[in-house]
């Protein structure tokens, strides 16, 4: 099977810590709970790691492919893996910031990327993540990336909707149970008007997952809302 687990981190900019400056201790606590969920993603010994995050289209990346954080005013680029000239300045937000929480690890495993478009049906979603795993031909780890609502108080970049609680709260449900069919049933017109960025990676995971097959269980480890996202760390793992 070559699914062997799954992760779950969101890609605020602000998660580095030369980006946030001096507020970079605010997100301390989440820092740390992306680290330890990458920790715990290596710990089931795949031999590649596959990050997948929201794009403006589906797509796949090569492994020498980078993104800049050079938008959000640090002029620097992340590798995805390899660096050659074969590779080209051309991640989105979410899979650049994944490809900084790997490099964190320090682990030399190869790594693969795949954007999911950020209008993609549940029914697409999940053909994706059936595709992944039918095409996997080694142990494959998945991270995810995706945000969850963005409208968590007047402050929010979305403002204050009074759905988004409630909506965030059933993310964290689906992901803390390993809940595909919840996963898979997040609409996806509320999730646009609440500009909750994981909706589509997130329903591709639970594709994929349906497709390895096996009893699998979440764990939650952050789920909080700092400037009004909602963002949540969590693993997948075979029970």
Known sequence: MPLVAAAVCPHPPLIVP??????????????????????????????????????????RFGSADHGSLRPFGLDRHVRLWKVNCAGSDRLPLSLTIG????????????????????DASPAE????????????GERI?????????????????GYDD?????????????????DTDALLGLD????????????????????????AGGDWRGDVSYQEAPYGVAYFVANWEKA
């Open 99 to 118: 490809a900084w929480l790997v490099n964190r690890s320090g682990t030399e495993l190869p790594r693969l990327a795949r954007a999911v478009a950020a």
């Open 125 to 136: 979603c999940a053909a994706l993540g059936a595709e992944l795993v039918a095409a996997a």
């Open 141 to 157: 780890a998945l991270l995810v990336l995706g945000d969850g609502s963005a409208c968590r108080g007047v402050q929010a970049p």
């Open 162 to 178: 009074p759905r988004a609680p409630a909506y965030d709260e059933g993310v964290a449900a689906a992901l803390a149970g390993a």
């Open 188 to 211: 996806p017109a509320l999730s646009a008007e609440l500009r909750a960025a994981g909706r589509a990676p997130w329903q591709v995971l639970a594709g994929a997952v349906r497709a």
């Open 18 to 59: 030369e980006l946030a400056g001096a507020a970079a201790p605010e997100l301390d606590d989440l820092r740390a709970a992306a680290d330890a969920a990458v920790a715990r993603l290596l710990a089931a010994d795949p031999e590649v790691i596959l990050l997948l995050g929201g794009g403006p289209e589906t797509e």
